[in-house]
């Protein structure tokens, strides 16, 4: 694999989740949890953010960044403080993608979050399916409770 795919994809995406961010009516809409819906588009784009400076730079880039994955989905932040995690998760991503070669995706990842050993390449894609998928959460939240 080449990382250039892979941080195309993730600018991609990081870009998207900032506009889906930008688009809802209000500050207060991010935070809305529904019955029946357990997340808020706020909450998980915080959980994209952390998830992505945790298996990126915490544990690839040797970054100091400490996981609260509580917070993650159950605290709030402003918009703009959002919008800071979401670029600096940005920015970890792309720094560490721009770091690795073609065969550093074929190492082993240093953690086994699924219980087993898998290349890198493995986790990374996982990774960019996960914020793809929460990512079109976000969307079908916003356009669902934003009213």
Same mark, same amino acid.
């Given at each position: 694999?080449?990382?250039?795919?892979? &941080?195309?994809?993730?600018?991609?995406?990081?870009?998207?989740?900032?506009?889906?961010?930008?688009?809802?009516? &209000?500050?207060?809409?991010?935070?809305?949890?529904? &019955?029946?819906?357990?997340?808020?588009?706020?909450?998980?784009?915080?959980?994209?953010?952390?998830?992505?400076?945790?298996?990126?730079?915490?544990?690839?880039?040797?970054?100091?960044?400490? +996981?609260? +994955?509580?917070?993650?989905?159950?605290?709030?932040?402003?918009?703009?403080?959002?919008?800071?995690?979401? +670029?600096?998760?940005?920015?970890?991503?792309?720094?560490?993608?721009?770091?690795?070669?073609?065969?550093?995706?074929?190492?082993?990842?240093?953690?086994?979050?699924?219980?087993?050993?898998?290349?890198?390449?493995?986790?990374?894609?996982?990774?960019?399916?996960?914020?793809?998928?929460?990512?079109?959460?976000?969307?079908?939240?916003? +356009?669902?409770?934003?009213?």
């Amino acid at each position: 694999m080449k990382p250039d795919t892979l &941080s195309q994809l993730f600018a991609r995406d990081f870009e998207t989740l900032e506009t889906e961010i930008h688009n809802y009516s &209000s500050e207060e809409n991010l935070w809305i949890k529904e &019955s029946g819906i357990n997340n808020s588009g706020g909450n998980l784009a915080l959980h994209i953010a952390g998830n992505l400076e945790h298996f990126f730079g915490s544990v690839i880039g040797k970054t100091n960044y400490i +996981r609260d +994955r509580e917070f993650e989905f159950n605290g709030k932040v402003n918009q703009e403080e959002l919008i800071s995690r979401i +670029r600096s998760a940005r920015k970890v991503v792309n720094n560490v993608l721009s770091e690795m070669n073609p065969d550093d995706f074929a190492e082993t990842y240093p953690l086994e979050p699924f219980g087993f050993a898998m290349s890198t390449e493995f986790f990374f894609v996982h990774l960019y399916s996960h914020m793809s998928y929460h990512l079109g959460q976000v969307n079908y939240h916003r +356009r669902l409770l934003d009213k």
